[in-house]
């Protein structure tokens, strides 16, 4: 029987897995789309639309008219996908020889940590593959080890600024800052607040610093540079009122190929986080996290039970020692018509 590591050390992987770190570049689920923790296991998103008319004026001493004030609910809920794995200690007949001739089992805690923290960076990355989609089509789709299910979050009908927004922005007649400015007009009317942060390859920067539209607003006469900046590029957008460019070009391996969180060609105008988020990451229960709050000597506290949960698993034949790391989570929407969505050529 392997009876190395401790009874315990499910509760210490589950508390230690998650200060693993979400990695730098991991923008959207960090902050785009923060982590919240919901106490079932369903994802919830409650919108709620409003419109408030301006009060009404009325003579003394006749009743008050009814407030104009419109509200529009909707909830969003479903079943949280499982994301995660397992994985066997590596050359783990090498450290069971160490301790089984007598040394402690600090390099088999040391491999079990190991595997977890990897674990969990995995967890995170298959999230903000899932956050990019969202944001890039407003929906995930999800076919994988029989789960399949397409989850989209509508906007509001009427309030909302259109799905298929195109530009050509290669050439001497792009307008990529004329075409910026009309799409935030555009979404000003719908209610949504003014964008704040703009996500954008490298590639659709290089883009904008070479449109002659933008090199203008530095350069003039025929001999001028053909190219500005990037940091150019954002002083004429604070001066046009625009939101200031953020370089995104994060990828993760899928089954080992190197893909992108967001499309090179994607313009993503999104509010100023301090103002608004137009969702967020939410972590929801397992059964392994519930198994593990109740009994008579619970390791974990009710309140600690939705987020990521690694467990240890020994088996016998052939023997060694398997972590296991779980979540049930999924970015969402609570503001999907709040931002734009560009497809640039």
Known sequence: M???????????????????????????????????????????VKTADITISTAKMWVHNTPAPYSNIDTARSVTKGNFPLLGGKQA???FELIFQNIAAGGNQLQLENAVYDNVKNQATAIWARLELAAGSLLATRKV??????????????KVAGKTIEDNIAANWTGANAKPLSDEQGWVRELRKTGAPKPGIALASSELIAKMCAAKEYVSQVYGGANAPTVIAPTQLNEIRARWGLAPLVEYDTQVYVDGVATRILPADRLILLPDMTFETVGETQFGLTADALMMTTGGNPALDAVEAPGIVSTKLVEQDPPTVITRTVAAALPVLSNPGHFVTAKIA
């Open 2 to 44: 392997i009876d190395y590591l401790r009874d315990n050390v499910d509760a210490d992987l589950t508390r230690f897995v998650r200060e693993v770190p979400n990695r730098a570049d991991f923008l959207l689920t960090s902050q785009i789309l923060p982590p919240v923790s919901v106490q079932s296991p369903l994802y919830k």
């Open 141 to 154: 789709e999800i076919s994988e080890n029989g789960f399949i299910q397409t989850i989209a979050f509508d």
């Open 89 to 91: 200690v590596e050359e």
